[in-house]
Structure formats: C-alpha cells, structure tokens
C-alpha cells in the first residue's frame, strides 16, 4: 500500500482531526510576531486582575488559598 509523504496510515485523516480540535493551531501558522510583546502584557494583566479575584471563589469552596497558612 502505497501513500503519499508526510500522512500516516494507520491514522487517516488524524492531521484534519487535530486542526478542527485544536483550531489555534492554524492560527499560530498566521500570527504576526510584532505583536507578541503587547500579547503578553495583555495576557499579564489580565492574570494579575483574574487571579486575586478568584481567591474568594476558592474559599467558598473549602479550597485552600495562597494567603492561608
């Protein structure tokens, strides 16, 4: 059985399988770099404003906190 380069045969169609679940893969083929120091301040603040707001979530749920000792 012959097939062509680069596709696998024991898994067909596993490569179109992967893209519909994972979407941002495709994405990544066409995200433009000089955007990259503004995507990570963005990604951090919005880290540093979700995080503290998630703590009094966590203990309503009897989930240790980092503050608690």
């Not at 380069?5 to 066409?30: E, I, K």
């Amino acid at each position: 059985m012959t097939s062509k380069p680069g596709t696998n045969q024991h898994f067909p169609g596993f490569s179109t399988r992967l893209r519909s679940a994972l979407p941002a893969l495709q994405w990544l083929r066409s995200y433009d770099q000089t955007r990259l120091r503004g995507d990570v301040v963005a990604g951090i603040t919005l880290a540093a404003d979700l995080l503290p707001a998630g703590l009094p979530d966590a203990s309503l749920a009897n989930l240790h906190t980092p503050c608690e000792r």
